[in-house]
């Protein structure tokens, strides 16, 4: 079975600074999807990047960006110029497009300082 | 666009009331939908699952159940609340590739 592993319970970062985020996964699959989400005090999920399996460039979305390393099923999210709005609890997700459902770590929470 | 509401927002029951948390997704069609369960400070645990009208996968054996009556209608039941059904419920929508899920505003079920 499939498994999502975040091993940083809590994170913390110096606004305007960079803080990377941990997730691994466990996977007999070659062809999946992985995804991180923002979940702010509001409790609303917000999906913040996607990563395709197949593509080796990592996925990019304005300050954020992946380190997906397939070999070694390692999914890693680098949040540049830290903000205010960052903080948040974040989960990384794993999923395959014909199944539908997707895994879930069991987050990090992220706090950023003024 | 596509848009997921959810409602209640709020919700306290007392402990053996009925429970009926409703879902819509609006902008899209067939889509698949899911409901999930996650308590304070936990991880997301996926309740239902379903890939069409009438058609429902359970993830986690509980007095919960869903239905789904319309293509963009997700029923999330209860015939009688215990106090672990606390927490937040969320509902979200995928297309079958990518399956990115988008998620709705969530329900806060409190019950006493």
């Known amino acids: 079975a499939q498994t999502v592993t975040q091993s940083q319970p809590e994170m913390s970062v110096q606004e305007a600074e960079t803080v990377t985020l941990s997730c691994t996964y466990d996977?007999?699959?070659?062809?999946?999807?992985l995804f991180w989400y923002k979940q702010p005090p509001s409790r609303q999920m917000i999906l913040v990047i996607r990563?395709?399996?197949?593509?080796?460039q990592n996925a990019t979305e304005n300050r954020f960006s992946v380190n997906f390393q397939k070999a070694a099923k390692s999914f890693s999210l680098k949040i540049s110029d830290s903000q205010l709005g960052d903080a948040a609890m974040y989960f990384c997700a794993y999923g395959r497009g014909s199944q539908g459902n997707l895994i879930f770590g069991k987050g990090t929470k992220l706090s950023v300082k003024p | 666009s596509q848009t997921i509401h959810q409602w209640p927002a709020t919700l306290v029951q007392p402990v053996g009331s009925p429970l009926s948390l409703e879902c819509t997704v609006e902008?899209?069609?067939?889509?698949?939908l899911y409901w999930y369960r996650q308590a304070a400070g936990r991880g997301l645990q996926l309740l239902f699952y379903?890939?069409?009208?009438?058609?429902i996968s359970s993830e986690v054996p509980q007095n919960l159940s869903a239905s789904r009556p319309q293509d963009r209608q997700f029923i999330l039941s209860s015939k009688k609340l215990l106090l672990s059904d606390s927490g937040f419920y969320l509902c979200a929508w995928s297309v079958i590739s990518p399956n990115e899920q988008f998620f709705g505003p969530g329900t806060r079920l409190t019950v006493l």
């Open positions: 379903s890939v069409g009208i009438g058609q």
């Open positions: 996977t007999s699959e070659s062809d999946y999807y």
């Open positions: 902008g899209t069609s067939n889509p698949n």
């Open positions: 990563q395709e399996a197949y593509k080796q």
